[in-house]
């Protein structure tokens, strides 16, 4: 045989097989790929659509009719819930109806909300910009679709060189993107969903995805109706309904978390149980410098023994409350070599004051028992807004980041994102603004006094209800005359109270969107109804109020040869006018914004799909890179060869964005130490605070469905039947909630959904008539700036005299 | 002096004994065979046949008996055809169809009721429905107790579960009015009210042509346990007539208008009759 | 008995012959990230298969051998695949190759 016969041979050999491989590979995509909108005979159109709410990213099927939403299906061809829904999802369709909903902007003057015209509107926000571009602020949201964080951040960040932009993010996933960055140097779980279908033992630590993530919790435990064994354990502060499912439930101080990863360490190491090839291969060892900062420093493999020497069940024991038999328990399960788990978490690990240090710890035992990697194997966080993983961290809408995973403070950073947004070099701040709490912080100061925000724009989130400690926070903007809130909002909420100017918001498949959700996947969808009235998308808000400047003259608006920085072509290259409302429907905005921000995906290897790749399908996972055979695959398990497709041949496991720049990823020690702010004397109870199944966060769309209200109308307080007994307090009656920071009355509930523990109480906050917030702590995580609204101290007692709940409902104008 | 009888043992004795012997043989075959001839060719021609016996009694219709054929005649075909058997059984009384299986009617009023109840329960047609009655709020264990199987408590059907078994039942199913039953009443009503207007119900579904069994007019999404709304678990205006028949999609297609495909990948979890409460754990 | 005259239709009956001949097959890999890893470490030992691109859980490799049977049992024995499916043979034009008639009432012809 001749070299080019059997070059030859071997060519069309492998041509063969690549083709059978191709053929199946189609047959299961032609059934993904099929197309999301199909008609029924009832007149219905069905398009495809990811829920609004949780951060789990379910993924629906929208039915509408006549211009309206009647129907809502869980999508059976979404990987990530498989046609199931929540009783969220199944009603989401009702938020759009809500009677109060806005559809006029408004500008408060003489007290009073008045209806004035888009044009004055954006006309009114530019002058306040120019007033003074340092002191504007943009407070965003992880609910936010990934155009509109994207022109928020190119706004502030490229046009005003100005740093002062914030998501809600800051208050929910701020301390698991440090811990993320601190343990593998890039952020977002390495693990997916697929990791619950293949675990043995799933660990919870703080949270109640029963309620919280609920289509994700019953991908579990529905595992065993299928006669799967799967073990759930659950380290909480109070009985809750992922309890009921648990097998293991063990209950913990707050704060104590802490320990008892600690303690976890201490019996791998005491018992030689420890994965030492893993370790040796794939790990450094770290620890916290003086004062507490991101990356810390290197410390040794002794050091980090001597560390959680003292650690041992008895000490954790003692701190925490929880059996030294149970550690013992859970270092045995983690010296298991044959078993795979996951351990999930959510805001229990993230609003701490610790948070940083607890989000590294559970990072750090799973390293370091070589539980990594492997389906089933998996440190995840699970995220709680729909898009604060693809918007608020990936898009980097935070003080200090730039898209992509950059940092404002790396030059090199800074040359990059000028070059793609071809801006004059050294726009761009170095900087980083204030963080959440530091913003409104200054927002609420009077300017004679350092406060130096004076006008905040809002999309999509509502700090009125939901920042910590809120008569510092917010409310004492009253009567700041010169201090200026515009509120782009769907509908009435405690902080259009404050507002001076509000925008009507186009909601959900009002307006084409992409939201990324806990697991990586980038999910898009298009617009199927009308906004009512004049509400439009924030995007466009976003878009006209730089256009507006532009014409003003503000040079920030022009990039380096003097275009509008955010100029939208066609496919012919056409220049469309997107800031005139008129035309911005045009072209698909969405598609031009997510294009642009694609290309700064790739610098952490985050690589996006492009927009009609992504629209084809139900979600992608990234990185998604191209095949050869033009093909766009994602990405399931990060840093894993064989599935990571950055993993270099042979490596196994690489951590390819490690901070000691050798593909190793750091096992952290933290010490434990105790929480900001303890019961004592005066206030002796612990008040956590957290969601409900039926609502969504401050409930501004959920209170407005009426059998996601009727099934829960309004907050409480939850006791301890013990406790309540010696307060004299029954099921029902009004009790009063006071820390050092304010006070609320709320209905008493005892053995309802959750049995805290003697010495605590649980309030969720999403009752805009009863603001917990008004009770909580501002206190952050040093590194994370997050707060910590699990732990405070309060004092409950009967209130004197009988009272009904306040009926009072946020005046519309 | 004794003679042997009978064989004479000489040799042309012999001779003719033999030769005696094969002629008394010969004899007998052919009479034998001659007998034969003679019996059929007598039966053929020459015996008179029988001919067919009125047997009227008095007072009965006159009855004809037909006369069973010869075995010898099965041969030549020569049998008569059954024209004389008559059927009687269109005289015999037989039930309607459906009335074997009575169904109760329903006055257009009580279908009306039935039909707002069960919108009222949804925020549309596919919904899951919430609870008119308070729920456990911590644990889902005790739901399939009156939901797993037909259950009636005094005058009211109770739903039964229409899907398979997914372990947390409240994560769908709320309760309407508040949260438990020791929770005092509030205001649930919305102050400003939402103007949601949910997908109908569908009617009831085509059919081919009159007599036809009707095509699904919804996919079975969600609804694949069909006794749980058709059959005794179910209210009496979706009862179906003829619950003996257990397969039935054999006979009752999806309807083609509607994507019925089942496309999730994984199977779901087992049916209700497989369900074990101790799977919880 | 019958199996085995199966799995000798999936090949063309050759000679016991000195030349190599030109095989590609596909293996279905299993799920697990580390029996796969597995798998592509033992192809990289063995030398003589050149794997293609794998996508989702199958690899196309290609190999030149004088024993495809072997290999094949080979790689089926392999812990990280659960399949081995055949897609080309090379067919020598001067061997006479059996035609797969699918009928197991015919003896296959092994000269």
């Known amino acids: 045989m001749t070299m080019d016969r059997r070059e030859f041979l071997r060519n069309t050999a492998m041509a063969a097989a690549t083709a059978v491989i191709a053929q199946r590979l189609g047959a299961v995509e032609t059934l993904t790929e099929t197309s999301a909108v199909t008609k029924t005979p009832d007149g219905i159109r069905w398009d495809k659509a990811p829920c609004r709410f949780c951060g789990t990213g379910c993924h629906v099927r929208v039915g509408v009719k006549d211009g309206r939403v009647v129907a809502i299906q869980g999508e059976q061809l979404a990987e990530v819930n498989k046609g199931l829904l929540c009783v969220k999802g199944y009603h989401v369709g009702g938020i759009l ?82 811990g993320y960055l601190s343990v593998y140097g890039v952020d977002e779980p390495a ?184 389906p089933g194997d998996a440190p995840t966080s699970l995220t709680g807004q729909p898009s604060a993983c693809g918007t608020a961290r990936e898009v980097g809408t935070m003080c200090n980041f730039l898209p992509g995973g950059r940092l404002v403070v790396n030059a090199g950073h800074r040359k990059e994102s000028e070059e793609i947004w071809k801006l004059p070099e050294g726009r761009i701040n170095p900087k980083p603004g204030y963080h959440t709490v530091q913003l409104f912080e200054k927002f609420c100061t009077p300017t004679d006094k350092g406060g130096d925000i004076h006008t905040v724009i809002v999309q999509v989130t509502n700090p009125g209800q939901s920042l910590p400690n809120l008569h510092k926070l917010f409310k004492a903007k009253q009567g700041l005359e010169d201090k200026f809130l515009i509120v782009s909002e769907v509908y009435p909420t405690a902080t259009t109270e404050l507002a001076d ?120 996972r990234w990185p998604v890179v191209q095949g050869a055979d033009g093909s766009w695959n994602e990405t399931k398990f990060r840093f894993t060869e064989g599935s990571d497709p950055f993993v270099a041949k042979g490596k196994g496991i690489q951590f390819y964005h490690s901070v000691t720049k050798d593909d190793k990823a750091l096992i952290w020690f933290c010490p434990y130490e105790p929480a900001a702010e303890s019961p004592d004397g005066d206030f002796p109870t612990w008040l956590c605070t957290g969601r409900v199944l039926e609502h969504w966060h401050t409930g501004t769309m959920t209170m407005r469905v009426p059998q996601l209200r009727n099934a829960m109308p309004n907050a409480y307080v939850e006791m301890n039947p013990d406790d309540a007994a010696a307060s004299g307090l029954g099921n029902g009656d009004m009790a009063v909630v006071e820390s050092r920071r304010g006070k609320i009355e709320l209905p008493v509930w005892i053995n309802g959904r959750a049995r805290p523990p003697r010495g605590t109480v649980f309030v969720p906050f999403f009752d805009e008539r009863l603001l917990i917030n008004d009770v909580t702590l501002g206190e952050p995580c040093p590194i994370s700036k997050e707060p910590d609204y699990k732990k405070c101290a309060v004092k409950v007692y009967r209130k004197a005299t009988a009272n009904v709940l306040p009926e009072k409902t946020i005046p519309h104008g | 002096m004794s003679e042997p009888s009978g064989i004479p043992n000489t040799g042309a004795g012999r001779k003719l004994a033999v030769v005696a012997v094969l002629i008394s043989l010969t004899l007998g075959l052919s009479g034998f065979f001659m007998g034969l001839r003679q019996t059929e060719l007598a039966s053929a021609d020459s015996r ?55 169904v109760a009617s329903l006055s257009p009023a009580d279908l009306a009721r039935l039909r707002a109840t069960r919108t009222t329960r949804r925020q549309y047609d596919g919904a899951p429905p919430v609870a008119p009655h308070p729920l456990d709020q911590l644990t889902p264990v005790a739901c399939l107790e009156c939901h797993g199987k037909p259950t009636k408590i005094g005058n009211t059907q109770v739903s039964q579960i229409s899907h398979p078994v997914y372990t947390n039942c409240i994560q769908c199913h709320v309760s309407s009015a508040g949260p438990s039953s020791t929770w005092k009443e509030r205001n649930v009503a919305l102050s400003e009210g939402n103007s949601f207007s949910g997908k109908e119900q569908s009617g009831q579904g085509t059919r081919a042509y009159v007599g036809a069994p009707p095509a699904m007019p919804h996919t079975t999404w969600m609804r694949d346990d069909c006794m749980s709304c058709h059959g005794p678990g179910g209210t009496v205006a979706l009862r179906t007539s003829h619950p003996n028949r257990q397969s039935c999609t054999q006979c009752h297609a999806v309807n083609a208008a509607l994507d019925s495909r089942l496309a999730s990948g994984l199977p779901p979890p087992l049916p209700i009759s497989d369900w074990k409460t101790d799977s919880i754990r | 008995m019958r199996i085995d005259r199966q799995l000798d239709r999936k090949m063309p009956p050759t000679e016991v012959s000195p030349d190599p001949v030109v095989i590609s097959l596909v293996l279905r890999l299993a799920e697990d990230a580390v029996a796969r890893q597995a798998v592509l470490a033992a192809l990289r030992k063995h030398g003589g298969i050149e794997a293609g691109e794998q996508r989702d859980c199958w690899l196309p490799v290609v190999a030149e051998t004088a024993q495809p049977q072997e290999l094949h049992a080979w790689l089926e024995s392999l812990p990280g695949v659960m399949f081995v499916d055949v897609t080309f043979v090379e067919v020598a034009t001067e061997a006479e190759a059996q035609p797969c008639s699918g009928d197991f009432s015919q003896e296959p012809n092994l000269k």
């Not at chain 1, 435990?221 to 293991?248: L, P």
Request: hydrophobic share 40%; charged share 25%; with cysteine.
């Open chain 1, 501 to 620: 100017l509000v925008l009507p918001a186009a909601l959900w498949v009002e307006k084409n969107g992409i939201f990324g959700n806990s697991e990586r996947r980038t999910q898009q969808w298009f617009k199927q109804v009308e906004p009512p009235g004049q509400a439009r998308p924030d995007a466009w808000i976003t878009i006209a109020v730089a256009h507006r400047l532009f014409e003003l003259g503000h040079p920030g608006m022009k990039d380096r040869e003097g275009n509008f920085i955010f100029t939208i072509k066609d496919e012919k290259g056409a220049e469309v006018p997107a800031w005139d409302f008129a035309h911005y429907e045009d072209v698909n905005v969405d598609k031009a914004l997510y294009d642009e921000y694609r290309l700064f995906s790739f610098y952490k290897h985050k690589h996006l799909a492009p927009y009609d790749v992504l629209a084809k399908a139900r979600g992608l």
């Open chain 1, 191 to 374: 693990g997916c969903y697929d990791d619950l279908d293949a675990a043995d033992v799933i660990i919870l630590w703080g949270n109640n995805p029963a309620e919280m993530h609920p289509v994700l919790f019953s991908r579990v435990i529905d595992r065993r109706t299928k006669g799967q064994t799967v073990k759930i354990i659950d380290i909480g502060t109070r009985r809750t309904r992922s309890t009921e499912f648990a097998d293991e439930y063990l209950e913990f101080r707050p704060q104590s978390d802490m320990a008892i990863a600690n303690g976890i360490a201490h019996l791998l190491l005491k018992n030689d149980a420890w994965d030492k090839a893993f370790v040796e291969k794939h790990c450094n060892f770290r620890g916290d410098n003086q004062p507490l900062d991101l990356l810390g420093k290197p410390i040794s493999f002794d050091d980090y023994r001597k560390a959680v020497e003292e650690y041992t069940p008895e000490f954790v024991e003692k701190i925490s409350g929880v059996p030294a038999a149970k550690i013992r328990m859970l270092g045995e399960l983690f010296a298991k070599r044959d078993i795979r788990i996951t351990s999930l978490w959510c805001m229990g690990m993230n609003q701490h004051t610790r948070g940083t240090a607890i989000n590294r710890l559970v990072h750090s035992i799973h390293l370091l028992s070589g539980h990594f990697g492997k």
């Open chain 1, 97 to 178: 109806y809500g009677k109060d909903r806005l559809t006029t902007p408004m500008l408060r003057r003489n007290g009073q909300l008045e209806p004035i015209s888009w044009d004055e509107a954006i006309d009114t926000i530019a002058k306040r910009v120019l007033k003074d571009p340092k002191g504007f602020a943009f407070y965003g949201s992880g609910q936010w679709t990934i155009p509109e964080g994207y022109a928020a951040q190119k706004f502030m960040k490229g046009g005003l060189a100005n740093n002062h932009i914030e998501p809600n993010a800051r208050l929910c996933m701020a301390s698991a993107v440090t």
């Open chain 2, 48 to 102: 008179p046949r029988i001919e067919m016996v009125q047997t009227a009694d008095k007072g009965s219709p006159e009855i004809d008996v037909p006369v069973a054929p010869l075995y010898a005649e099965l041969p030549s075909g020569k049998l008569r055809l059954n024209k004389d058997w008559v059927v009687h059984l269109a005289t015999l009384k037989q039930p309607a169809p459906e009335a074997q299986y009575v």
